[in-house]
């Protein structure tokens, strides 16, 4: 039974990898934080992201359906602004859930003491 509970223990399938990468893992932080959404500007500057790349991971999360995106003008000049979905606020906050599971399974092995003997590899 302990084998069974214990197999695959490490694979945490909950990484969703349209959120890990580094840089869409910082614009759903910054736009949970802003729950009314955030212009491209903003993004750009809190995330520190070039224009092309913002608009490469702006366009991944939103065909995931994680953000929308609104376009338009502001004083005669092109405005974006994002918004995270709740389906991005549900899938953004199960992703965390992950992460501290994998804290708490880290601090836990962390805190066993080593064995004495390193054990003999299997041949």
């Known amino acids: 039974m302990t084998e069974d509970r214990n197999r695959a223990r490490f694979s945490y399938d909950g990484l969703e990898r349209t959120i890990h990468e580094k840089a869409r893992l910082g614009l759903l932080t910054s ?5 009314k959404g955030l212009s491209f500007v903003d993004l750009k ?3 520190d992201l070039t224009d092309g790349n913002l608009s490469r991971h702006i366009k991944v999360l939103q065909d995931a359906g994680l953000v929308t995106v609104e376009k ?13 979905t709740a389906e991005g606020q549900k ?10 599971q994998i804290v708490k399974d880290a601090t836990q092995d962390a805190a066993r003491p080593a064995p004495a003997t390193p054990p003999k590899p299997v041949v």
Do not use: K
């Open 31 to 35: 736009l949970v934080s802003h729950p």
């Open 45 to 47: 500057r809190l995330c």
């Open 72 to 84: 338009g003008y502001e004083n005669n000049r092109p405005h974006t602004h994002c918004t995270i």
């Open 91 to 100: 899938q953004f906050f199960d992703y965390l859930a992950v992460l501290e």
